[in-house]
């Protein structure tokens, strides 16, 4: 199959949804599959590039704050469709698609940020050609509903039963709607990755080690690790949390600022600046940070919709603690794979720290545990053979619209 995975970044993004374009448009080329990931530009980065057997396309036309700020000077607002940028973008899709002769495309969260998107793809829909849905989450803004009840898609994937419901709830009469489980690469994230100096690059040696794999937003919980390490320290004065930090990331630059400063000033007053380490990475190099962590944290302060830490850390072999938000706890199994805490109580989540830091053999058990369960239910090859099948049957609905539907400017789709 010839695919088209279509969003506003790719690698090197970070971010959940950026991750699992990397999981599954890699799977699908492992498979055989001829994939094309088109997505945003990003500075520093080629148009166009081949990584991990998958095209990557950048295109300055699904870089959504030059696009938000067209619309702004043109007096449009952000949630309005405007017909002029629908048409643009219908064009855009369909030379694309008729270039590299696609025969699926797969859309991930274009139900929010931009309505022309979803409904220049609906478009093409209904000329037949296959198309699918992704929703990473669903914010709280009239856009997502709107968009969901005027496009249409062979399938709409939800990541999760959290995200499901939430669809549910906010567009009751939606169809076509499925559930995929995200999947993590197993081969990628294992126990035996070496950490290949990087305990001895930030100065860990003989010390233990708390990873936070986190952006500083003010959802993902950094405030409530800080706070935490202040008690783990009384316990284990050479404790280190690390924090995954980075400012590769879409759409919520303007909340990084402040929330860092207040992170850094919380660090320094409370005496723990030997104590949090702070280093950006790359996807492809994340592995290594796994590898020299005793444990992962992860105390989401907001409604996590999936969360792929938990996938990554029990891959890992490493005991995971979560806060009980959203989707994070359809992967984690308390006191089997890891522990689940309440949101913002670092009481709680500091004395499951101190708990796990106290016991290699509890550690041990628990992230063998956590593999066996990632195995069994969270590879990304289980996750893109479902996906996959969805993917077949928007094909045979695409050849029966195809039947009906009028060819476009004098000519078909093929």
Known sequence: MKICVTHYAYHPITGGVETHLVDLCSELAAQGHDVHALVGTLAGQPDEQRQKGVWIHRRPELDIEAVRSRKQRAGIDADTPWKPLQRELLGFYRDFVE????????????????????????????????????????????????????????????????????????VPGVRNLHKVLHGTDVETFHPGVADRGLRAELGLIDRPVILHPARMLPWKGVHVSVAAMHKVVERFPTAALIVTDTDQIIDWIRELGAYKQQILETIERDGLIGNVVRRSFDYFDLPRAYAVADLVIYPTTGEEPFGLVPLEAMACGRPIVVSR??????????GETGYIVEKEDADQLAERIIRLLGDAELRQRMGQAGRRHVEKNFSRKRMTDETVRLYRAALEAGQQRRAVAPAVSGRSRR
């Open 325 to 334: 938000s959203g989707g994070l706890v359809e992967s984690v199994v308390d």
């Open 99 to 170: 270039t590299h002769r696609i025969d699926v495309v797969h859309a991930h969260n274009f139900h929010h940020f931009l309505p022309e998107y979803g409904l220049a793809l609906t478009e093409l829909y209904d000329e037949g050609l296959p198309t699918i849905l992704t929703i990473h989450e669903m914010w709280g803004e009239f856009i997502c509903e709107h968009l969901l009840e005027n496009t249409r898609w062979d399938a709409i994937i939800a990541v999760g039963e959290h995200v499901r419901r939430d669809v549910v709830r906010m």
